[in-house]
C-alpha cells in the first residue's frame, strides 16, 4: 500500500510463519495416518505409540518456531504506525465503514443473483454490491490446520459461523486439507482413550507430547492476543466489544475464549493428574 519498513515487516512475519508451519503440518498428518494403524492393530503397540510421539514432538517444536517469530513482530513494526497507517488499509465491507459493501460500476450481477434496485446506476449499467471481510489471520488456514489434526473443536456460538466464512477466503486445496483433516483419524481421541486407563511410560509421554502441542497453541494465541491490544486496542477508546477487527468481529472477546477453549482441552489422566 504506502509501503515502507513497518508495513513491510508486518506482512514478512506472517510469511515467515506460514513457511515454518508446512513440516509440522506434515508431521500432523503423518501422525493421522499412524493412528490408523493402531486402530486397525486395535490398540497401541509401543512402535507406534513412539512413532505418534516422535511426530507430535515435531509439531510442537514447529509451533514453538513460530511463537519465536510472531514474539518479533514489534522488531521492525511500530504498533503506532501500523494502527495508524498499515491497518487502515485492511480493513473489510462489512464493518463499520461500508456496511453496505461496496458497488461495482458496470459490472454485471452474478449469474442467479438478483440484482439490488437501488445499486443500477442505468437499465445498461447495473452495479454489482459485493460484501468482503477485511484481511485478518483467521483466513489463514495454518492455525486453523493444526486445531483440526490435535481435534481442537470450538464451541457453538456466534463465532463459529464467521470462523466457517473466512475457509471461502482459503485456497480451495487449503479448504480441502483442513477438512481431511478433521474428518480423518483422531489424535485426540486415541489420547484420551490413553488417559482413562492405567498408561504406560511410552503412554504417558505421548499424552505430555500432546498437551507440549496444545500448550504451544495456547502460547502462540497469548502471543497473538498481546500483539492485537499494541498494535490496536490501545489505540481506541471505545469497548472491547464495540472495537472490530480487520476481518469484522469484535476481536479481543474472540481471541480470549479462543485461548481459554484451547487451554481447556489439556488432556489430564484418570489419577488427576494434567500432564505437561
Known amino acids: 500500500f504506502l509501503g515502507g519498513q513497518d508495513e513491510e515487516w508486518f506482512s514478512a512475519v506472517h510469511v515467515a510463519i506460514e513457511a515454518l508451519a508446512g513440516q ?37 517444536e514447529t509451533i514453538e518456531s513460530m511463537i519465536k517469530t510472531l514474539r518479533r513482530m514489534k522488531e521492525r513494526c511500530d504498533p503506532y504506525i501500523y494502527y495508524m497507517r498499515v491497518r487502515v488499509f485492511m480493513k473489510g465491507w462489512t464493518a463499520d ?4 459493501g461496496m458497488e461495482y460500476a458496470g459490472v454485471p450481477a452474478k449469474p442467479g443473483k438478483a440484482v439490488d434496485s437501488d445499486a443500477v446506476d442505468t437499465v445498461e449499467h447495473n452495479v454489482r454490491r459485493e460484501y468482503y471481510f477485511g484481511e485478518t489471520g483467521a483466513q489463514s488456514s495454518v492455525i486453523p490446520a493444526f486445531d483440526a489434526a490435535l481435534g481442537v473443536e470450538m464451541t457453538q456460538d456466534e463465532l463459529l459461523p464467521y ?114
Open 24 to 60: 509440522g503440518l506434515l508431521a500432523a498428518v503423518r501422525a493421522q495416518r499412524i493412528v490408523c494403524q493402531c486402530t486397525a492393530a486395535d490398540g497401541s503397540s509401543d512402535l507406534l505409540c513412539t512413532q505418534i510421539t516422535d511426530e507430535l514432538r515435531l509439531v510442537a
Open 163 to 276: 470462523l466457517k466464512a473466512m475457509r471461502d477466503y482459503m485456497p480451495p486445496k487449503h479448504r480441502d486439507f483442513i477438512a481431511r483433516l478433521e474428518a480423518g483419524p483422531s489424535i485426540r481421541r486415541m489420547i484420551l482413550e490413553a488417559a482413562t486407563r492405567r498408561t504406560t511410560e511410552k503412554e504417558r509421554l505421548l499424552i505430555k507430547t500432546y498437551n507440549r502441542c496444545l500448550s504451544n497453541l495456547v502460547t502462540f494465541r497469548s502471543v497473538h492476543f498481546e500483539l492485537a491490544f499494541s498494535f490496536v486496542r490501545k489505540w481506541d477508546e471505545r469497548e472491547d466489544t464495540e472495537i472490530k477487527g480487520t476481518g469484522g468481529t469484535p476481536f479481543m472477546p474472540y481471541l480470549k475464549k479462543h485461548r481459554l477453549a484451547t487451554r481447556d482441552l489439556l488432556v489430564t489422566l484418570c489419577d488427576d493428574k494434567t500432564l505437561s
Open 97 to 100: 465503514e461500508l456496511v453496505d
